[in-house]
């Protein structure tokens, strides 16, 4: 089967899925990053070869936090942010979408569709709460698992509000809250809702939200947050089948779209998964810029740089 890869590397998790020719997700895998994106990248790669026995890659598309890395190692067709890999997934899916909301791991993201283009985005700048990791955090500390996170808060009958403009605050407010004798279920359901007005005050400040909505990223499997939106927004929100790794989605149509017309792909092949990869930076001092650059060597060659400015680092090699 000839399919496109889409490799998105976020700060908690790597998401690797395959479309074939039409489009279509034939396989997709989510795992945690744990700090070491090229271990996340092998180990995915690996399990997706594993899985698709003879797969044949007509292109890579890379996106994310991790992209520029991901990009060297596999041999990527296209690089692109993550505003515009969640949006043509999501433009993808659902045509006529008009506003995008995507809760990471360590960020969130707001992107505003009209007529198939995109007019307007937010991102989260200053904390970090409601985001995936910030969830992680307080499941822990309720000393439940993430995945149930979304059914309790279904079970709460009473409304308890809680301070969610900082995570430090919301936190301390949560702790209160079970201090005072309130319900487990109720506590996460105002968790939810807090994170909710945080997101909508802070990202969606000013932003015109109107349906259909999309809600994409890990969060999205938090049935108490789209509840939240749902009666904030007062529409719905739709979770898209794959709404866990709709930035990886986006990477491989990207990847289709580099690749159309018999372009051969720059895809390095599977065999990158028993490479030895090294990385390191350095601080350029040949201008008042001082830019920091990367470096990636592979198997001990140099096969990437890139974080210079004027390209004196990163046009003095193919990071092809």
């Not at 895998?29 to 790669?45: M, S």
């Not at 596999?74 to 995507?102: C, F, R, W, Y």
């Not at 360590?106 to 007019?119: E, G, P, W």
Request: glycine fraction near 12%.
């Amino acid at each position: 089967m000839k399919a496109y890869l889409g490799i998105d590397v976020g700060s908690v998790s790597t998401n690797i899925t395959v479309l074939n020719q039409q489009g279509e997700v034939a396989d997709a895998l989510y795992i945690r990053t744990q700090g070491r994106p090229i271990a996340a990248v092998q180990e995915g790669l690996r399990e997706i070869e594993l899985r698709n026995p003879g797969l044949e890659v007509g292109g890579v598309g890379a996106t994310g936090s991790g992209r520029q890395l991901t990009g060297v190692i596999v041999g990527a067709d296209s690089v692109k942010n993550e505003i515009t890999a969640h949006a043509v997934a999501a433009m993808h899916l659902v045509p006529g979408v008009q506003t995008v909301l995507e809760i990471g791991g360590q960020d969130s993201k707001l992107i505003i569709i009209r007529n198939h283009v995109v007019t307007d985005f937010a991102m989260n700048t200053v904390c970090a709460a409601g985001t995936g990791s910030f969830l992680d955090q307080q499941a822990a500390r309720l000393n439940i698992p993430i995945e149930a996170f979304g059914e309790l808060a279904l079970e709460s009958t009473a409304q308890v509000r809680i301070a969610g403009r900082c995570a430090v605050f919301a936190e301390s407010d949560m702790i209160h809250k079970q201090q005072t004798g309130h319900l487990l279920a109720d506590i996460i359901n105002g968790l939810c809702q807090s994170l909710v007005r945080n997101y909508l005050n802070n990202v969606g400040k000013g932003k015109q939200i109107t349906g259909p909505v999309l809600f994409q990223g890990g969060v999205a499997a938090n049935k108490g947050m789209k509840r939240a939106f749902e009666e904030a927004l007062n529409c719905e929100v739709v979770v898209p089948p794959h709404y866990h790794v709709m930035g990886a989605v986006g990477a491989a149509l990207l990847a289709r779209e580099e690749t159309a017309g018999g372009k051969p792909t720059a895809f390095r092949g599977f065999a990158v998964v028993d490479r030895d990869y090294t990385p390191r930076s350095f601080e350029c001092s040949g201008c008042a810029n001082m830019c920091e650059v990367i470096e990636l060597k592979m198997d001990g060659v140099v096969i990437g740089r890139w974080g210079d400015r004027c390209g004196k680092w990163s046009g003095s090699i193919s990071v092809a």
